[in-house]
């Protein structure tokens, strides 16, 4: 087994317990019975009844007795009976002790790290930046049959083509048109009377140094270059670049950009309608985008592997599902940007966690070198 603790914390939400106190105070009997009720759910989906599970335990109980050591599971808000008389499932509780205090997560087999690995070098020497991602995600999608999602700035994005265009007298808008297509707008204030020659001038200054570059890239240039940008541009030309680039610095709704991939496995193995029903909101949540974003950068808190479950999070309706992310770093080790999957909640944890971790750091080595 590896060390878990390179995954960082686990933890994920607003959980309901930091110590869980009496749950790891749980005897072994009990925590025999809570894991049986979890491995069936997390295989099968079905819950597990006592009868049954007093054939499946290593020591010797009756139905009546494992029953008993149910009802205390139920009382501490780790199972629940989903039908009147029927076995037990986990709740999103039970499902955040198991993954945080019993879970032991596997290796990664050679088999996957060399796909991994294959994938991400191949996609790099052909696409851009935003390319290896859009393949990291649909990476992780294939090999969790989950969906894959990816969450970076639009610092990060490859630049095609950069524009000035006035708006009325003391208003210009600055285009930003990116390697994969995808259109930024930022309204600027310019000085009143801004000859039509200007913005051509500092559309063309900043053109000239795209090649392919990101907007940190291009930005962190002209900033170390300022005296060039002085000498080569009149004065209201290069108050212009910098205007521009200052204001794709700010935040806006436009600054993130997510990438979902494998959607249609989300609909696999649908038990019931209120699965259904499950999946359509969360549909909605990746096509609006902004609650799915919000919910990965939070995963930049950790050092590791963050492990979302359930309806533990009020981000977005993920009730009934879970999110595994971790997040990537470039050359000075800052944080630009989250990928992981989201899925059913009886998710192979032990598997996926692994997949994730290692394709981040994949991807950061990606993203050093890019």
Do not use: C
Not at 41 to 48: I, M
Not at 104 to 129: P, W
Request: charged residues 25%; aromatic residues 4%.
């Amino acid at each position: 087994m590896i060390d878990t603790r390179r995954f960082g914390s686990r933890t994920g939400l607003d959980t309901p317990y930091s110590e869980p106190g009496a749950l790891t105070r749980l005897d072994g009997r009990s925590r025999e019975i809570f894991r049986q009720i979890v491995d069936s759910y997390l295989s099968s989906g079905e819950p597990l009844g006592s009868r049954q599970l007093s054939k499946m335990l290593s020591m010797s109980l009756s139905p009546a007795s494992v029953r008993n050591v149910m009802q205390d599971l139920e009382e501490l808000g780790l199972i629940f009976s989903p039908h009147t008389s029927a076995g037990r499932l986990p709740t999103d509780l039970g499902l955040r002790f198991f993954v945080d205090a019993l879970l032991e997560f596997g290796d990664l087999s050679g088999e996957d790290r060399g796909q991994i690995d294959a994938k991400v070098k191949a996609a790099a020497s052909t696409q851009a930046l935003d390319g290896v991602l859009s393949e990291a995600s649909s990476l992780l999608s294939g090999l969790t049959r989950g969906a894959g999602v990816v969450v970076t700035t639009k610092d990060n994005i490859r630049l095609k083509h950069i524009e000035f265009l006035r708006l009325d007298p003391d208003r210009a808008l600055a285009v930003l048109v990116s390697a994969d297509g995808t259109v930024e707008n930022r309204i600027l204030q310019v000085q009143r009377g801004l000859p039509a020659s200007a913005l051509v001038e500092a559309g063309n200054y900043l053109n000239a140094r795209l090649r392919g570059r990101t907007l940190a890239e291009l930005r962190a240039e002209v900033e170390a270059t300022l005296g060039q940008l002085e000498r080569e541009l009149d004065v209201v030309s290069a108050r212009l670049v910098a205007a521009g680039l200052a204001s794709w610095a700010e935040p806006g709704p436009g600054t993130q950009q997510l990438i979902v991939r494998g959607q249609a496995n989300l609909l696999d193995d649908l038990t019931a309608r209120e699965d259904l029903e499950r999946i359509r909101l969360l549909f909605g949540d990746l096509e609006t985008k902004k609650d799915v974003i919000d919910l990965l950068n939070r995963a930049e808190s950790g050092e590791g592997v963050r492990i979302f479950i359930g309806a533990e999070n009020k981000l977005f309706s993920l009730s009934g599902s879970s999110m595994i992310a971790a997040p990537f770093r470039n050359e000075q080790q800052n944080i630009v940007g989250v990928l992981g999957i989201i899925g059913p909640t009886r998710l192979n944890y032990a598997r996926i966690v692994p997949i994730v971790e290692y394709t981040a750091r994949a991807v950061s080595k990606l993203v050093r070198g890019h």
